[in-house]
């Protein structure tokens, strides 16, 4: 298995592959439906969506996490 001090990497490396493949998806599809272009045009949108999605997550992942934390009630004890 994976080392826990890779948690962060991980995380934002799978986060990053299920939106940016579900996202780009939905845009491909509500704009060109499901046309002979469709397979090609969602790999690359994927592909292109993901190499940003991943870097970006890396940076924001600690932020959302820390502003997460502020957000929610702990319950009192």
């Known amino acids: 298995m994976i ?9 934002s490396f799978l986060l990053s592959v299920f ?3 579900l996202s780009t998806f939905v ?3 509500t ?5 002979e272009a469709f397979l090609v045009l969602w790999m690359s949108a994927w592909g292109n969506s993901w190499a940003v999605s991943f870097p970006i997550l890396l940076l924001i992942t600690p932020y959302v996490r820390r502003l997460t934390t502020k957000l929610i009630v702990s319950p009192a004890d």
């Not at 080392?3 to 995380?11: D, I, K, T, V």
């Open 19 to 21: 939106m940016s493949c």
């Open 27 to 29: 845009a491909i599809y």
């Open 3 to 11: 080392p826990a001090r890779f948690e962060s990497l991980l995380f």
């Open 31 to 35: 704009a060109v439906g499901l046309s």
